[in-house]
């Protein structure tokens, strides 16, 4: 009984976090950020906006061509794209001679660490989401997640604060 009404309290006391009512989309576009969960369809490219209280807001979602999330050829450097300043941006697009791309840039003053999960296209039905491993992305940088198989949606949701200065990519997730 005594634990029971120490554990109702904690409850209370614990603030919940923050998150918009109702979903953050745009119009014609299919990507969506509910809940702190980013949904990413293929195609599209997703904007986020980092707010003082440490949340992000959906600001903007362009239609994209696989030439916007190609990474650059060897041995050349590259700039971040669409990404302004303080935003965080991630496209995913597909094409059969190449598999599928997620490029997430980060245009914020820090690093940024995320979970992912697909959702992919096989035999006809979409199948997921599934885990699938992600590398951190320090500030002002871009990295680039590759899939062989066509995938149709990414989530991603957990977004922290990176302290990493290079991209830290963990084993690669099979399911």
Not at 39 to 65: C, F, H, M, S, W
Not at 83 to 112: C, M, P, W, Y
């Amino acid at each position: 009984m005594v634990l029971t009404a120490l554990m109702a309290g904690i409850a209370v006391q614990v603030a919940q976090f923050a998150h918009p009512a109702t979903p953050q989309q745009f119009s014609g576009r299919r990507s969506t950020f509910v809940q702190g969960t980013l949904n990413i369809a293929a195609g599209e490219r997703a904007t986020l906006r980092r707010n003082p209280d440490g949340t992000y807001d959906l600001i903007k979602v362009d239609r994209i061509q696989v030439r916007d999330v190609l990474p650059p050829a060897e041995g050349t450097r590259q700039t971040l794209d669409k990404v302004e300043q303080g935003t965080i941006s991630f496209g995913l697009h597909a094409r059969q001679d190449v598999g599928s791309l997620l490029k997430v840039e980060n245009g914020q003053d820090q690093g940024l660490k995320y979970a992912g999960f697909v959702v992919r296209f096989v035999g006809g039905r979409s199948r997921g989401p599934a885990a699938t491993s992600v590398c951190s992305v320090p500030p002002g940088m871009a990295t680039f997640e590759h899939w062989s198989e066509p995938v149709i949606q990414v989530l991603v949701g957990s977004l922290e604060r990176s302290d990493d200065t290079v991209p830290k990519c963990p084993p690669h997730v099979e399911d």
